[in-house]
């Protein structure tokens, strides 16, 4: 009986491509362990927040971290640690000292919300940290990817991360060509990222997608010859790395324009509480009108005084850039409260001298123009 001879219509079929954008076989099977020794070799060891698995200093990093370069957190982490050492203290302490310790690190949201947090875990989980991402992310300002880093860096967690520094690194690995503006796109570069995780040592991948981000696959010019997964990386075979991450929406920035009223009286400045939302919630600052005439007008009311017209102060924040005109304003006499009252929204005011304005949060911007702070 002749033995049949399979020909090519009975060869199995070749493994087809992953789709584009997706991982494939091999780079889910070398991309983790490749990233994972080149970390304990080329990565960073010597940050404050690595030399602890406390959940509480880790999770202060990690929102300090956000949208912020690690050479102007290392000031702020220390102090904070040493005025609040743990949760509890956190949690007890009143709001505005700390607003005051946060003033200059920007995204004054991250601050309120770093206090609600510490208060939850007080109120709801006994003063301990949940042990996992998922239940750290329903605290006050945990997102899931700082939910996932505390998880992976604290409790071994095999959980994925996806901040703005891995989202550029895993796109460009995978060409990842979809656009990030779009919520389902979100979601698949998420589906990506968790089918990377590597089998064992997710806290050196975690911290080495982390590290891989910021030092060596920059926005422009990344150094591609230094990277751990430049064989594997679609980018790199492109020639094109900086083409990615795709993100079409972008916010155009705007220009606003205001005036600074700082009314002094014997050393103290007087001080207003902004809303609790838009720029600078919550923090002290002082009185603010769209126009010179608006400041005129206010002014002629509070009483005799002596009036000096400052250098403009410009400053930048995400979506706008904003000129802002102070014009000092020394008061022979206190005016009535409820002339001061009408300053401010909603009537909260307060004087303050030196000592009392630096214990309080103030824009780091004003703070450098009330008491000269670098």
Avoid at 19 to 28: F, L
Avoid at 262 to 278: C, F, K, Y
Wanted: glycine share 8%.
């Amino acid at each position: 009986m002749a033995r049949h001879r399979p020909d090519a219509a009975d060869a199995a079929p070749p493994s087809s491509p992953p789709p584009p954008g997706t991982a494939s076989d091999e780079v889910r099977h070398r991309f983790g362990p490749a990233l994972v020794e080149w970390q304990r070799t080329h990565g960073r060891h010597r940050l404050p927040w690595q030399q602890t698995r406390d959940p509480y200093r880790v999770w202060l990093s990690e929102i300090m971290l956000q949208q912020t370069q690690v050479a102007t957190v290392l000031g702020y982490y220390e102090r904070f640690l040493q005025r609040f050492p743990d949760v509890a203290t956190l949690a007890a302490a009143p709001l505005d000292e700390v607003l005051a310790l946060w003033s200059g690190l920007g995204y004054y949201s991250r601050a309120r919300n770093l206090h609600r947090c510490a208060q939850a875990v007080v109120a709801e989980h006994g003063g301990a940290f949940p042990a996992s991402a998922a239940v750290l992310e329903t605290l006050p300002g945990i997102g899931r990817s700082t939910a996932a880093a505390v998880a992976a860096f604290c409790f071994g967690e095999r959980v994925a991360i996806l901040d703005g520094n891995v989202k550029r690194v895993l796109t460009r690995l995978l060409g990842f060509e979809a656009d990030l503006a779009q919520a389902a796109a979100e979601r698949a570069l998420w589906a990506q990222a968790s089918a990377l995780l590597p089998e064992h040592g997710i806290e050196s991948y975690t911290q080495g997608l982390m590290d891989l981000g910021a030092t060596v696959c920059l926005p422009r010019s990344p150094n591609c010859l230094l990277c751990p997964a430049a064989e594997l990386c679609t980018a790199r075979r492109e020639g094109a790395p900086e083409r990615y991450p795709v993100k079409t929406r972008r916010l155009k920035r705007g220009r606003r324009e205001h005036w600074w009223l700082w009314l002094r009286h014997e050393d103290a400045t007087w001080l207003v509480q902004r809303p609790d939302s838009g720029v600078w919630a919550g923090l002290f600052s002082l009185p603010e009108f769209d126009s010179r005439e608006a400041l005129d007008a206010a002014t002629a009311a509070l009483g005799a005084g002596r009036r000096v017209e400052l250098p403009v102060v410009e400053h930048a924040l995400t979506h706008f850039d904003w000129r802002l005109h102070p014009v000092r304003l020394e008061l022979d006499e206190a005016p009535p409260p409820a002339l001061l009252a009408a300053l401010g929204p909603g009537g909260k005011g307060r004087w303050a001298d030196a000592p009392r304005l630096a214990a309080l949060g103030v824009p780091a911007p004003l703070r450098k123009l009330l008491l000269g702070d670098g």
